[in-house]
């Protein structure tokens, strides 16, 4: 079946660098993406999203690309805070009779070090 | 606070016993889920609710029964389970559409003894 998947498990990156994760997708029908953050204890968090029309979408301090030709998303998370470590998820619309909800990935951890 | 608010937090339940989750959303949304997560895991799509009606049921054992009362409220019915089920269970929300974000509560830590 289409599936969802993350290339690393876990991710250690010192404060004030730039951390990068990846999401290979499997479904070339694809036409919806998001990025999760999940930290300890709380449900997943949007952070950003991204249409398949585009190839680069910036928010605060992050950054998702789209390459449609290899299916491949990344985060990109500039200047990396303690703040943020946590799981992230990267998310898509499979095609499916529900329409709606959302195909996970299984996750990196990021972990910051000081 | 994403407005999607579950409870409790933390259950634990014996296997024969019978114990309900509670989500509750007040976005104005018309789309509701429950996803199941297990560690090391993706988070698994459970059940989908448009409009209070059931859209989607993903394979998901009678031990697990959703419902809908109204486009606010959503609840998972639970009898005897496995500890297998132990699992951290999200309750999300949407516009029913495609292409739009969900957001999630904080989840219901469910222990099976």
């Known amino acids: 079946g289409e599936s969802v998947g993350l290339h690393l498990p876990t991710l250690s990156v010192q404060e004030g660098d730039n951390s990068i994760i990846n999401c290979a997708y499997s479904?070339?029908?694809?036409?919806?993406f998001i990025w999760y953050k999940q930290e300890s204890g709380k449900g997943p968090q949007f952070i950003i999203d991204?249409?398949?029309?585009?190839d680069k979408r910036q928010g605060q301090r992050v950054t998702v690309l789209l390459n449609k030709t290899v299916k491949h998303l990344s985060l990109q998370i500039a200047a990396t805070q303690p703040g943020d470590s946590a799981v992230y998820f990267c998310?898509?619309?499979?095609?499916?009779?529900?329409?709606?909800?959302?195909?996970f990935g299984k996750g990196t951890s990021l972990l910051v070090t000081p | 606070e994403t407005g999607v608010t579950q409870t409790p937090r933390h259950l634990v339940m014996g296997m024969t016993n019978k114990k309900s989750l509670k989500c509750e959303q007040h976005l104005g949304h018309n789309a509701m889920y429950w996803y199941k997560q297990s560690a090391k895991k993706p988070l698994e799509l459970m059940f989908v609710?448009?409009?209070?009606?059931?859209?989607e049921n993903n394979s998901v054992p009678s031990r697990f029964s959703p419902e809908c009362p109204n486009s606010s409220h959503l609840f998972l019915h639970l009898h005897t389970l496995q500890p297998e089920d132990s699992a951290l269970y999200l309750c999300?929300?949407?516009?029913?559409?495609?292409?739009?974000?969900?957001?999630f509560g904080q989840g219901t830590r469910l222990t099976v003894v």
């Open positions: 999300a929300s949407s516009h029913p559409r495609k292409n739009t974000e969900a957001f």
């Open positions: 998310a898509e619309t499979p095609q499916s009779n529900s329409g709606y909800a959302l195909n």
């Open positions: 479904n070339s029908a694809s036409d919806y």
């Open positions: 609710y448009n409009f209070k009606e059931q859209t």
């Open positions: 991204i249409r398949s029309n585009m």
